[in-house]
């Protein structure tokens, strides 16, 4: 299995709501990592998880908040999104962090209204 | 700091001729540099990279780069492109030290024409 898969895939929340994304590898990867892209932008970098522990955090919003509950499984918890958040999440993996030759999943499209 | 820059934001080549798309770093020591390559609402995916050693690297789907640390350059090249190859391509530099991260340039779009 070579493949990072998010679910799902198209998410529209209301600013209200509170909503998960999800990611997960079976690579045997330990870090893995939260992107945030804008359309005609690139990737930005959100946080960083390393062999499960919280390694970079990009001084995102509290509104975002990051989970890895084991080494295959990465969560986005969105609460209290504004408009400006609509964008396509990006997750992905690499053996390491030191390694950067990732593998990304295809994205979350969010829209929040 | 780390950076790549992508002076090229749009570029179209009809199918069947070569391409190159430009990338020009900004890094003390020798940088880790990447290719990825992103079709329109999907993930990125690694086209190469360079480390260290050979400034000739080749990647995936018929792709290569080569390293020239004399003029900060780490140009993709393909010799005949393909209809499949109109995508979005960025080239990005890895961060070494404490803080190891991956920065992107801000892309090239590619269009092929019949």
């Known amino acids: 299995d070579t493949e990072v898969t998010q679910t799902p895939k198209h998410l529209v929340m209301g600013m209200t709501n509170k909503k998960s994304l999800k990611c997960e590898q079976h690579?045997?990867?330990?870090?893995m990592y939260w992107y945030k892209q804008k359309a005609k932008k690139p990737p930005e970098l959100m946080f960083v998880?390393?062999?499960?522990?919280?390694?970079i955090n990009e001084s995102v919003p509290s509104r975002f908040s990051p989970e890895c509950p084991n080494s295959s499984l990465l969560n986005l918890h969105l609460h209290a999104l504004q408009p400006e958040d609509s964008a396509l999440y990006l997750c992905?993996?690499?053996?390491?962090?030191?390694?950067?030759?990732?593998?990304f999943g295809s994205g979350t499209r969010l829209t929040v209204v | 700091a780390q950076s790549v820059t992508q002076p090229d934001i749009h570029i179209t080549v009809s199918e069947g001729a070569s391409l190159e798309l430009r990338c020009n770093y900004s890094?003390?020591?020798?940088?880790?540099l990447f290719w990825y390559v992103q079709s329109p609402g999907q993930g990125l995916q690694l086209l190469l990279k360079?480390?260290?050693?050979?400034?000739l690297v080749q990647g995936i789907k018929g792709f290569e780069a080569e390293f020239k640390r004399s003029q900060s350059s780490f140009n993709l090249r393909k010799p005949s492109v393909h209809w499949s190859d109109a995508a979005e391509y960025f080239c990005?530099?890895?961060?070494?030290?404490?803080?190891?991260?991956?920065?992107f340039g801000t892309g090239t779009k590619l269009q092929v024409i019949p």
């Open positions: 992905a993996s690499s053996p390491f962090q030191g390694d950067y030759g990732y593998t």
């Open positions: 690579m045997g990867h330990r870090a």
């Open positions: 998880y390393s062999y499960e522990k919280l390694s």
């Open positions: 890094y003390g020591a020798t940088p880790y």
């Open positions: 360079y480390f260290s050693g050979d400034t």
């Open positions: 990005a530099v890895g961060h070494s030290g404490g803080y190891q991260k991956v920065t």
